[in-house]
């Protein structure tokens, strides 16, 4: 019964408060449109209101209404992005990154084209700087692309498990293109702040919405 009390007494005031900006937005757009009618009727017969000072008033107004649906739009907005960025709560995803995981013999990172290429190679390095492994990735189409590596080097060795980085390079018609390197995260949990929601993604940290290039 007291859970039923504080939620209706919570919904009260929120439409109390609702109904106070409104009545606020209200108020002023009133007092504005009264002063701007006492102005116009007190004006000097041979000194008229000029039109244009009349239209920026006007403006004024409509940017007080305007700024105030615009925050409320926006509110709305970022709350529903708040509901689907908790969807990927352990999905894994594509952001940018240069280092892949090995675990088991399997490994996938990606890398994100600017445009088509006919030649993609991935180099995978150990902690020391050591190359270990090229991948020819052949020809791709523009956009993020996954690859896997078997964790094998050169020499068909397996590897320890681990952490390891790796570079990409990509040409089209002997020209070389600057590709973006792509890590693989788990997303563990959703973050809000003023610049909106925010994923924490294990190995990669906090990251925006807009750099996930993929969900897998």
């Known amino acids: 019964m007291a859970s039923s009390v504080a939620g209706v007494t919570d919904v009260a005031s929120k439409v109390a408060s609702a109904t106070q900006s409104k009545s606020v937005v209200e108020e ?7 002063l701007l ?12 209101l000029d039109n ?17 649906k615009l925050n409320a739009t926006l509110q ?30 399997a490994a ?18 150990d902690s020391n700087g050591a190359l270990v492994r090229e991948l020819n990735l052949g020809e791709q189409a523009e956009g993020p692309l996954l690859f896997q590596w078997d964790g094998k080097n050169g020499q ?10 790796f570079s990409v390079t990509a040409s089209l018609g002997g020209k070389a293109i600057t590709p973006v390197n792509l890590a693989v995260g788990q997303v563990s949990s959703v973050l809000m702040d ?7 993604v294990r190995g990669m940290g906090d990251i925006g919405l807009d750099e996930i290039r993929q969900i897998l």
């Open 156 to 165: 068909g060795v397996a590897v320890p498990d681990g952490t390891y980085a």
């Open 194 to 200: 003023a610049a909106g929601p925010a994923l924490s």
């Open 108 to 125: 996938a990172a990606g890398v994100d084209l600017p445009s088509a290429a006919d030649t993609v190679k991935v180099s995978v390095f």
């Open 76 to 105: 709305a907005f970022t709350k529903a992005q708040a509901f689907q960025a908790a969807g990927l709560i352990g999905h894994y995803v594509l952001a940018p990154g240069d280092f892949i995981n090995l675990s088991g013999g």
């Open 37 to 48: 009618v006492t102005q116009m009727k007190n004006q000097d017969p041979l000194n008229p």
């Open 28 to 34: 002023q757009q009133d007092r504005f449109l009264k």
């Open 52 to 68: 244009a000072q009349v239209t920026t008033q006007m403006a004024q107004l409509s940017t007080v209404s305007g700024i105030e």
